[in-house]
């Protein structure tokens, strides 16, 4: 769906874990787009890239999670 990882990722993945074989075809994804309904919005798909990103720093936080413009309607004063 993402398609495969960046091939530096990989090369991180792989000198952590020496005893797994990576073996990946490279593949574009085809995007979230397609998957999540129309009526959900592109602060729903926004908000899915950045949970699923597979490099851990380049993945939002728990908190820049709720502070996504998706959840604001669940907001009780105006995040900072």
Not at 55 to 72: T, V, W, Y
């Amino acid at each position: 769906i993402l398609g495969t990882p960046e091939p530096e990722l990989l090369n991180r993945f792989k000198s952590q874990a020496s005893h797994m074989e990576f073996n990946f075809k490279q593949q574009k994804g085809i995007g979230l787009e397609r998957l999540v309904p129309p009526h959900a919005g592109s602060d729903c798909i926004d908000l899915l890239y950045k949970l699923l990103q597979l490099d851990p720093p380049k993945r939002i936080s728990a908190e820049d999670a709720l502070r996504h413009e998706f959840f604001e309607e669940f907001w009780d004063a105006p995040m900072s």
